[in-house]
């Protein structure tokens, strides 16, 4: 029987919603990371041992001496060369990358799945909110902090059961759900972000998947598009017979193609031209929000307020309430729910607004961090603010990724005023040559372009002030900016201290 769970890796954001519900249910849960941040700060404040220093000694006495009893869950990021994933290796530890483990905990449980090269973070979290908003049982494991949760990780009232975990080689535990797909131990959904990194997502066998792109990413483990939209097949072919597939338009036909006979498939897109059984009308905005009417075939909601901007938003609503829906939700329902919907931290999230509405001054904070996530964020920050002056401070994530896209990134950027670009940032990646912001830089077109480290882009913030609406964008560190910048502008528009 487990009684330890020790985290490779416990400050990511999916590794850390797994690390919360461990603790809950009563484990002994401590971990690793490179570095401190908020997040491992708050996993330590809840009772989480965390430490930052490479060395098998660090590892808590408990899990060193309790090998049967420990359970390592792994991150891809960690490198082949760590000492401590070394040492656990060599004495033979059950090691389990984090899908494998969430294909386990979803194991026998009504399983809402959601998949996208973008989009996933920001549907899942619409879909635990607008469910536990009115009163409907679900846990949800998220990728990112729900702002109206204040959390990744969402528990129903009474807790998913806490029961023995059976660990087991994920192969095994994905014939023995295969052999019986049926099988259903709890009523109770779990709502999951279902990550195509690694083809992660293929450990899920959901009853309902939404999937909202598969636009080529991630060409550093699929080597081209094809084989990205492959393992989009093979994610939708593990529906449960009798479940549901809810499909963006923009998505390869092939992936729809792929359902099993006996699963409904309904596409969605802003208008009926786009989503010929789940669409949009009506749509207007005031202020922040973005008013609509949703039309499905599980009925039309009219009246619909989301306070989270985007036209991309809305479609991501649209999948998300036609679940809520497949639940029971009412039209009410769901129009209280939506209209108390208040996003994920880091999705079009407004750091300070000040000004008036003819001449609005604005910090919002995006994590997109791929050219058609930064086109759709654009473009609505333009709907919203026609006319003003945009600077947008862009950090590349990854080298690969850089490499791959890099016209578009430099397009997308170019609906912008100024843009300024941060260095890469690697994360799990070592340099490559002749791979560096400078590629995407040489193909702005916007007037103003630059590249600054961060201190210069403090030190400009208080200095050129020329620009009406400021946007942080990008998956890496940036966020360390957002609140230097978010005091810097507070002063010089409000003359007070963040």
């Not at 386990?104 to 996208?116: E, K």
């Not at 997502?201 to 081209?224: E, N, Q, R």
């Not at 036209?311 to 309430?321: F, G, I, Q, R």
Request: proline share 6%; net charge negative.
């Amino acid at each position: 029987m487990k009684k330890h769970v020790f985290f490779l890796g416990i400050g990511g954001i999916g590794m850390s919603a797994l690390a919360r519900w461990f603790r809950a249910n009563g484990y002994e849960v401590s971990g690793y990371d490179k570095t401190p941040t908020p997040l491992t700060e708050k996993l330590a404040a809840e009772g989480i041992a965390v430490h930052y220093q490479d060395a098998v000694d660090n590892i808590p006495l408990a899990v060193r001496q309790h090998r049967e009893q420990t359970l390592v869950v792994l991150t891809p990021a960690i490198p082949q060369d760590h000492q401590e994933w070394a040492w656990l290796r060599e004495q033979g530890y059950d090691i389990q990358k984090r899908s494998q483990v969430l294909g386990v905990l979803t194991q026998g449980r009504p399983t809402i799945a959601v998949a996208g090269t973008h989009g996933k973070t920001t549907t899942s979290s619409m879909v635990a909110h607008l469910l536990h908003h009115a009163g409907v049982p679900c846990a949800a494991f998220l990728g990112g902090i729900s702002v109206n949760l204040g959390s990744n990780l969402l528990l129903p009232e009474e807790g998913i059961e806490n029961e023995e975990l059976k660990i087991k080689n994920s192969s095994a535990a994905s014939e023995d759900l295969a052999s019986n797909p049926e099988q259903q131990t709890t009523n109770t959904p779990v709502v999951v972000e279902a990550d195509e990194y690694d083809r992660s997502f293929l450990t899920l066998f959901p009853t309902v998947a939404i999937v909202t792109s598969t636009d080529a990413d991630h060409l550093d483990i699929y080597g081209h598009k094809e084989a990205l939209v492959e393992s989009f097949r093979q994610f939708v072919g593990q529906i449960q017979p009798g479940g549901t597939l809810i499909i963006n338009h923009t998505a390869d036909p092939s992936v729809a193609a792929a359902a099993p006979a006996g699963v409904r498939v309904i596409r969605y897109g802003l208008t009926s031209e786009q989503g010929p059984e789940l669409y949009a009308t009506d749509i207007s905005t005031q202020g922040h929000q973005f008013r609509f009417a949703l039309h499905g075939p599980y009925g039309t909601v009219e009246n619909l307020e989301l306070a989270v901007p985007g036209y991309h938003n809305v479609e991501n609503m649209l999948a998300a309430a036609c679940v809520a829906q497949l639940y029971g939700l009412s039209a009410a329902q769901l129009q209280a729910a939506v209209a108390a919907y208040r996003g994920v931290k880091r999705r079009f999230e407004f750091i300070l607004t000040a000004g008036t509405p003819a001449a609005p001054k604005v910090y919002v904070d995006d994590y997109a961090h791929h050219p058609r996530e930064i086109e759709a964020f654009l473009r609505s920050v333009r709907a919203l603010y026609p006319g003003s002056r945009l600077r947008v401070i862009f950090q590349p994530h990854l080298f690969s990724r850089t490499r791959d896209f890099a016209p578009g990134f430099a397009e997308s950027l170019s609906l912008a005023d100024e843009v300024v670009l941060l260095d890469i940032y690697p994360a799990r990646e070592l340099p490559m040559p002749g791979i560096t912001s400078e590629l995407i830089l040489s193909q702005i077109t916007a007037p103003e372009k630059s590249l600054q480290t961060k201190e210069e882009i403090l030190r400009n913030a208080e200095t050129n002030p020329n620009f009406d609406v400021l946007a942080t964008v990008g998956a890496g560190d940036i966020d360390q900016l957002v609140p230097r910048l978010k005091n810097i502008l507070d002063i010089r528009w409000n003359g007070a201290e963040a």
